[in-house]
């Protein structure tokens, strides 16, 4: 890995998106979306001033996991629905490090579940990104924890009758720090979203709608094609209304804690209406819930943005704190006595 350049003032010089492309070709399916989130972090990534050797990408198996291959940064291709657990003890060993981990929905929410709901509550200041295509890819389309009821696949041929998982409900229930939401065709937004997750103290769970054109295409065009895009997704910012529809003209407020759909032409203004608040652990942990099915009528459009953000300590910080803690009171210890217990005896 070699540094980058320094100029005789010995300052970084800026890099760009393509110091953090590898010489590997990239063998996704032409027109997949992973293509768009590879090329949004390594855009991103320039901006946020970590030296390349300081960042590691690590994944588990699946499609997304082949992109720590495409990354000029160091990586981890570890086994199926282990990600998180080798990131976090690449974090709490390294805790210097820029850890960033790649997932799909099948690697991270079904063999790597339960490793999931630890990573959040544990809070690792890591970067996790779930690449969501409601579909099991590398193994050629069978339903994943997150296809929806009724969905046709190669193992399910009559339709699945699993209830899905919804990805953002299930790391609020984690009680995860940084819970947001974004697309693989709306590169500028991810920008955004993705810097806000390096920027943030703990976790950041990023769940990403991605299109597998070869075995679930069209699984997200409602919220992407420009013809249903504005009437079907909610874009949500901090202080600002829920507003949609092609011309902001229609808004959601509270009905005491019930959202409804109101129109502004009959009467309603934007300060009638529900203000996000990033804070707001009640209002968010609603928010996730905005999952209806596109073909039901009445039903939300979904949201996308930066859902929930809390300051809370990363585990990694604690655990030092409490090992330099126990070395001021009791010294640096021997490893035979601790071996050998407190507990010992003689035989005569």
């Given at each position: 890995m070699?540094?980058?350049?320094?100029?005789?003032?010995?300052?970084?010089?800026?890099?760009?998106?393509?110091?953090?492309?590898?010489?590997?070709?990239?063998?996704?399916?032409?027109?997949?979306?992973?293509?768009?989130?590879l090329?949004?972090v390594?855009?991103?990534l320039?901006?946020?001033?970590v030296?390349?050797?300081?960042?590691?990408f690590?994944?588990?198996?699946g499609c997304?996991?082949?992109?720590?291959?495409?990354?000029?940064t160091y990586?981890?291709?570890?086994?199926?629905?282990?990600?998180?657990?080798?990131?976090?003890?690449?974090?709490?060993?390294?805790?210097e490090?820029s850890?960033w981990?790649?997932?799909?929905?099948g690697?991270?929410?079904?063999?790597?579940g339960?490793?999931?709901?630890h990573?959040?509550?544990?809070?690792?200041d890591?970067?996790l990104?779930?690449?969501?295509?409601?579909?099991y890819?590398?193994?050629k389309?069978?339903y994943?924890?997150?296809?929806?009821?009724?969905?046709?696949?190669?193992?399910?041929?009559?339709?699945?009758?699993?209830?899905?998982?919804n990805?953002?409900?299930?790391a609020?229930g984690?009680e995860?720090?940084f819970?947001?939401r974004?697309m693989?065709r709306?590169?500028?937004?991810?920008?955004?979203i993705?810097?806000?997750?390096?920027?943030?103290k703990?976790?950041?769970?990023?769940?990403?709608?991605q299109?597998?054109?070869?075995?679930n295409?069209?699984?997200?065009?409602?919220f992407?094609e420009?013809?249903s895009k504005?009437?079907?997704?909610?874009?949500i910012e901090?202080g600002k209304?829920?507003?949609?529809g092609?011309?902001?003209?229609?808004?959601?407020?509270?009905?005491g804690?019930?959202?409804?759909?109101?129109?502004l032409?009959?009467?309603?203004?934007?300060?009638d209406?529900?203000?996000?608040?990033e804070?707001?652990r009640?209002?968010a942990?609603?928010?996730?819930?905005?999952?209806?099915n596109?073909?039901?009528?009445?039903?939300?459009?979904?949201?996308?943005g930066?859902?929930?953000?809390?300051?809370?300590y990363?585990y990694?910080?604690?655990?030092d704190?409490?090992?330099?803690?126990?070395?001021a009171?009791?010294?640096?210890?021997d490893?035979?006595?601790?071996?050998?217990g407190?507990e010992?005896?003689?035989?005569?």
């Amino acid at each position: 890995m070699e540094s980058p350049v320094t100029t005789a003032s010995n300052s970084v010089q800026k890099l760009t998106s393509k110091d953090f492309a590898s010489d590997q070709d990239v063998r996704w399916c032409p027109g997949c979306g992973d293509y768009s989130i590879l090329k949004q972090v390594q855009t991103v990534l320039p901006e946020l001033g970590v030296a390349k050797e300081n960042i590691v990408f690590v994944a588990g198996i699946g499609c997304s996991s082949r992109f720590p291959y495409y990354m000029e940064t160091y990586g981890v291709h570890s086994i199926h629905g282990r990600a998180t657990a080798v990131a976090s003890g690449l974090k709490a060993s390294r805790p210097e490090l820029s850890v960033w981990v790649t997932a799909g929905d099948g690697d991270l929410l079904s063999i790597g579940g339960n490793h999931f709901i630890h990573i959040l509550r544990r809070n690792f200041d890591i970067n996790l990104l779930l690449f969501n295509n409601e579909i099991y890819g590398l193994t050629k389309g069978q339903y994943s924890p997150t296809s929806p009821e009724g969905k046709i696949t190669k193992s399910t041929p009559v339709g699945s009758i699993d209830h899905p998982f919804n990805p953002l409900a299930l790391a609020m229930g984690a009680e995860g720090t940084f819970i947001a939401r974004s697309m693989d065709r709306d590169p500028k937004h991810m920008q955004g979203i993705l810097k806000r997750a390096y920027e943030h103290k703990g976790t950041s769970f990023v769940e990403i709608y991605q299109n597998c054109n070869v075995f679930n295409d069209g699984a997200f065009e409602v919220f992407t094609e420009k013809s249903s895009k504005k009437g079907e997704t909610l874009f949500i910012e901090h202080g600002k209304p829920l507003l949609f529809g092609e011309n902001s003209e229609k808004g959601i407020r509270l009905d005491g804690f019930k959202p409804v759909i109101v129109n502004l032409a009959d009467g309603f203004s934007a300060s009638d209406l529900w203000i996000h608040d990033e804070k707001d652990r009640v209002k968010a942990s609603m928010l996730v819930r905005f999952f209806d099915n596109p073909s039901h009528a009445g039903h939300f459009p979904r949201p996308f943005g930066i859902f929930y953000t809390e300051d809370r300590y990363c585990y990694e910080d604690a655990m030092d704190r409490q090992i330099a803690e126990n070395i001021a009171k009791k010294g640096e210890g021997d490893l035979n006595k601790i071996l050998r217990g407190a507990e010992t005896w003689v035989i005569k």
